[in-house]
């Protein structure tokens, strides 16, 4: 079993070789989004709603059907008056199916995927609570634009398989994806 560090490292090696791995599966485009994340369930209800900033890479798989690695950091604060604040930070592969053909406009998407999410809550004056732990995600959105650059509208649900609840959470973006030139 790995430990949190440990597990931590394993995570940022992997996403410092997806770029390479991805190479060789026709990688499209690369962007970036910021938006908002909305808590759930038991972190809901003690943290509001914050920002997230994420990075984004598609490549082709076959078909409508493509590959995505979302990373994202984000930061919302606690409810009821309580100081300081909760980061999120971590990585989805997710297989996307796309809807439409290559020349629309608009095409809608969905995406379903695993990845590993680091979530430190931090209380001034209490410490930290750190976990980096394997999580799932699902997502729905609209890639917009033909040609080069397109811009994108993402709704991403994660759930991070912290203990004793899970860490729940929507994260909201809007963004721009660029082209590598070889599509």
């Known amino acids: 079993m790995y430990s949190g560090a440990k597990l931590h490292h394993l995570v940022l090696i992997v996403l410092a070789l997806a770029p390479a791995a991805l190479w060789g599966q026709r990688l499209e485009y690369v962007g970036g989004a910021a938006g908002l994340i909305s808590p759930t369930g038991s ?15 598609v490549a082709r798989l076959k078909g409508a059907l493509a590959l995505r ?37 608009v095409r809608p998407f969905v995406s379903l995927g695993a990845g590993a999410y680091r979530v430190d809550v931090a209380v001034p004056g209490f410490g930290s609570a750190v976990a980096t ?29 912290t203990t004793p609840q899970r860490t729940n959470f929507f994260a909201i973006g809007v963004g721009v994806l660029m082209p590598l030139g070889h599509h």
């Open 69 to 105: 690695i979302d990373a994202l950091y984000g930061r919302t604060g606690h409810k009821n008056g309580v100081a300081g604040s909760s980061s999120l930070s971590g990585a989805t592969a997710e297989v996307a199916l796309f809807a439409a053909g290559e020349t629309p406009r």
């Open 133 to 161: 732990k394997f999580a799932f995600g699902t997502g729905a959105g609209l890639l917009v634009g033909s040609g080069g650059r397109r811009e994108y509208l993402i709704a991403h649900y994660v759930s991070v398989r």
């Open 43 to 57: 972190f809901g209800g003690v943290d509001h709603a914050g920002w997230q900033v994420s990075a984004q890479a």
